[in-house]
């Protein structure tokens, strides 16, 4: 079990859990369609046992220090999923009460026929999840799904940046401050 850390220590757990299991170097092509020398897969960090709490903690701590008021947080599936799910447990654990969502790429056309999956973001204040981010267009998708669901988006928050302009567009279009955990540069990826 994970004793009680400081959040500076949180922090440089997770990076060192990141650059130890995530990164992953080589030519890929990223979902962007742009090809990089490396990957960061965080599903290796927001799956796994030690890393998903420090994921919740650390984001929700960003967002506090940002002072980003929110009632729930959720993302694009597949990525936020997990996301999400560890900040809503993060939250309860720290006594506060924090909803997760998840958007689908698309409205359903069957059932209830909705985009936006969970108790529910309508007249509340959502803050968008992704694990890492290129240019931005899954969490612009995310904010799209959400604002058409009756949601306040407040802010994107992520994992990693992979400083590639994801912040510029989102800022620029979604018109809400994009915050990072980490950025390349911390994980020696310069």
Do not use: W
Not at 17 to 46: F, N, P
Not at 78 to 93: F, I, S, Y
Not at 140 to 145: C, H, P, S
Request: charged share 30%; net charge negative.
């Amino acid at each position: 079990m994970i004793g009680v850390m400081s959040l500076v220590e949180d922090r440089a757990r997770l990076l060192e859990l990141i650059k130890d299991l995530a990164v992953v170097r080589g030519r890929v092509t990223l979902s962007s369609g742009k090809e990089a020398d490396y990957y960061v897969d965080l599903r290796r960090i927001t799956l796994h046992h030690e890393a998903s709490i420090l994921v919740g903690r650390t984001l929700l701590a960003l967002l506090d220090e940002a002072d980003i008021e929110f009632e729930t947080a959720g993302g694009l599936t597949m990525g936020a999923d997990p996301v999400g799910t560890a900040l809503m447990h993060a939250a309860r654990e720290a006594g506060r009460t924090v909803d997760a969502y998840v958007v689908r790429k698309a409205q359903k056309s069957y059932g209830m026929g909705r985009q936006v999956e969970g108790p529910g973001v309508e007249n509340r204040a959502c803050v968008v999840l992704e694990d890492t981010s290129t240019t931005g267009g899954s969490a612009l998708t995310a904010v799209e799904g959400v604002r058409k669901a009756g949601g306040d988006v407040r802010a994107v928050a992520v994992i990693v940046d992979r400083d590639t302009g994801a912040k510029e567009r989102i800022e620029a279009e979604a018109g809400v401050p994009y915050l990072a955990l980490f950025g390349k540069d911390e994980l020696g990826l310069d």
